[in-house]
């Protein structure tokens, strides 16, 4: 999964990924050429090019993992807890009953004035995304809808209207072939 651990890979493929580059590191040592290493472990000569300027500069240390990639969120556990029953108990506890939709930038708004912890509209959505809340499209319907009706109507006219048109002979699409009949 790649958004929950922020990096693009999860710790298990970062060790993974961690075990090639210091597999690179001894062949380095060994004095192994960079295209022969790239074939070797499947990955691009680009890669092992850059993993030896790193490992030059740095030893095997420099090819170790810094950990996963982005910015640390800036609420605790416990205010990610909080945050997520705020938004499950609606935009509409909170001042908007307009529009019962929650967007980055209400919820921005929301985290600011409660937390007090500013985020940008799309770094909110890289948290809301990283919580389990994805972008959703709300279904267009008219608030006098009848959904009996609705109902009723599918169950009882539209198997009326969409049954097949009985032919009256059968015939041809091709002009030159007369109908049989």
């Given at each position: 999964?790649?958004?929950?651990?922020?990096?693009?890979?999860?710790?298990?493929?970062?060790?993974?990924?961690?075990?090639?580059?210091?597999?690179?590191?001894?062949?380095?040592?060994?004095?192994?050429?960079?295209?022969?290493?790239?074939?070797?472990?499947?990955?691009?000569?680009?890669?092992?090019?850059?993993?030896?300027?790193?490992?030059?500069?740095?030893?095997?240390?420099?090819?170790?993992?810094?950990?996963?990639?982005?910015?640390?969120?800036?609420?605790?556990?416990?205010?990610?807890?909080?945050?997520?029953?705020?938004?499950?108990?609606?935009?509409?506890?909170?001042?908007?009953?307009?529009?019962?939709?929650?967007?980055?930038?209400?919820?921005?708004?929301?985290?600011?004035?409660?937390?007090?912890?500013?985020?940008?509209?799309?770094g909110m959505a890289y948290l809301l995304h990283r919580i389990g809340f994805t972008p959703q499209v709300?279904?267009?319907?008219?608030?006098?809808?009848?959904?009996?009706?609705?109902?009723?109507?599918?169950?009882?006219?539209?198997?009326?209207?969409?049954?097949?048109?009985?032919?009256?002979?059968?015939?041809?699409?091709?002009?030159?072939?007369?109908?049989?009949?």
């Open positions: 999964m790649r958004y929950p651990d922020n990096g693009g890979v999860s710790a298990k493929e970062r060790a993974e990924r961690e075990d090639v580059r210091l597999t690179a590191g001894r062949m380095f040592e060994d004095g192994v050429r960079p295209s022969v290493i790239a074939r070797a472990l499947r990955v691009s000569t680009k890669s092992t090019y850059s993993w030896r300027r790193q490992w030059r500069a740095g030893g095997r240390q420099a090819l170790l993992s810094k950990g996963p990639g982005g910015e640390r969120c800036r609420l605790s556990d416990e205010q990610l807890g909080w945050l997520q029953a705020d938004l499950q108990a609606g935009p509409g506890g909170f001042g908007w009953v307009d529009d019962q939709r929650w967007t980055a930038a209400r919820v921005a708004d929301l985290v600011a004035a409660g937390y007090g912890v500013r985020y940008t509209d799309r709300p279904v267009r319907r008219a608030a006098e809808r009848d959904e009996r009706a609705v109902q009723r109507w599918r169950d009882e006219v539209w198997p009326r209207v969409n049954r097949p048109r009985p032919t009256e002979a059968p015939g041809s699409s091709l002009r030159t072939k007369p109908a049989k009949g």
